[in-house]
């Protein structure tokens, strides 16, 4: 599970790998890099390409700016008879995931796609590895290190409340529920199996 897009190029899939089943897409990386499909639509298919056969996760109709561009990846992708499937996700699971989180004190103005997805894996997978899930500018070892390991893009300031994300998410691994790789990953105990 991948979330936002992310590019998955030969410059690194040392680091992330180059598998996925599931990516997320949110409605503002539609409008931001794609220009909402307006356009051109054909870059949009070519970057998504990478991605094979994976289902490619949106937020319809859980907020009114998200329905047209997620309509517009899905009607993008079937007229081109692309590899990968959009699903839609149910906006009633999306506000019960954020009613929980409340109770456990995150209080932002939207979780992030990160913690939906990891939501989401709980709920689905036997074992939830996660990777990528610090919130801080530098490492623990005090090394700036960026936002996402393609760019420095930050949220919207006040928007999510990622260090309150990685508390709970830290607790989570510290319980056993779930594995959190905070250093660089050369740990072959979490690589997949075959």
């Keep these: 599970m991948r979330c936002n897009l992310p590019p998955l190029s030969s410059e690194y899939t040392k680091d992330v790998g180059s598998k996925s089943h599931l ?50 990846v899905y009607y993008t992708l079937s007229d081109v008879g692309a590899n990968q499937t959009v699903l839609f996700a149910n906006p009633n699971f999306l506000r019960s995931i954020g009613k929980f989180w409340k109770t456990r004190g995150i209080h932002a103005k939207r979780l992030s796609t990160g913690l939906f997805l990891v939501s989401a894996a709980l709920g689905l997978c036997e074992e939830v ?27 919207f300031s006040g928007f999510h409340a990622m260090p309150e994300e990685f508390l709970q998410l830290w607790y989570l691994h510290k319980i056993g529920a779930l594995r959190m790789q905070l250093d660089p990953c050369e740990d072959t105990s979490l690589q997949p199996t075959s």
Excluded: C
Aim: glycine residues 2%; hydrophobic residues 40%; positive net charge.
């Design 23 to 72: 990516v997320t897409a949110n409605p503002s990386i539609i409008r931001q890099r794609f220009q909402n499909l307006l356009w051109s639509r054909k870059t949009f298919v070519d970057n998504m390409k990478i991605y094979n056969h994976s289902y490619i996760y949106m937020p319809a109709f859980s907020m009114k700016t998200g329905t047209e561009p997620s309509l517009r």
């Design 129 to 155: 590895a996660i990777f990528g899930f610090w919130p801080f500018s530098v490492n623990m070892h005090e090394q700036p290190i960026s936002h996402h390991y393609y760019d420095n893009v930050l949220p």
